[in-house]
């Protein structure tokens, strides 16, 4: 009897969903092991502090998942962290990884190869998926560096 191997495999977005709830976790552990006086923290003059880097991930999530992968259109504003303690942004942080979340699971597996006119040229909505797990991952890592400079150990590093 012949059978197909794919009755077992997930589908891209069952993946990514899997991937961005991982990360979330991640993400949210990263940011508990910053002392509240450590938010402002930036290694040298010309970076992000850790503020600004958990706000530029924010922005990005929503812009990113709103412009481009939904119906919805969500307003960004500028959610300046600046005022907020450690709890508040954690709170934004899990906002925005569950709109990205609510998006994946809304989202039709039959539109990924769609396209979008993005700054960088015309994407598929399926790259457009990549680019923001990709683009957290680029930031946390930064972050990941100024646990370091902090002298903190950073989380076990999770991929899925």
């Known amino acids: 009897m012949l059978f197909s191997l794919n009755c077992w495999s997930q589908s891209f977005l069952e993946e990514f969903e899997e991937k ?12 508990e092991l910053f002392p509240e006086g450590k938010l402002d923290y930036k290694a040298t003059e010309e970076i992000r ?36 303690n450690k709890q508040q942004i954690k709170d934004e942080l899990s906002i925005a990884f569950d709109y990205v979340l609510k998006i994946t699971k809304a989202f039709n597996e039959s539109h990924l190869n769609e396209k979008v006119d993005f700054f960088a ?6 790259k457009m998926f990549v680019l923001i797990n990709d683009h957290i991952t680029h930031h946390r890592a930064q972050l990941l560096i100024y646990l370091r400079l902090n002298n903190i150990k950073p989380p076990s590093y999770r991929g899925w």
């Open 20 to 31: 961005i709830s991982n990360s979330k976790d991640y993400s949210l552990e990263v940011l």
């Open 49 to 84: 502090t850790v503020r600004k880097q958990f706000e530029h991930l924010i922005e990005n999530m929503l812009w990113l998942s709103s412009s481009y992968l939904s119906k919805e259109q969500k307003e960004i504003e500028g959610s300046s962290l600046k005022k907020m």
């Open 121 to 126: 040229g015309e994407k598929s909505k399926r």
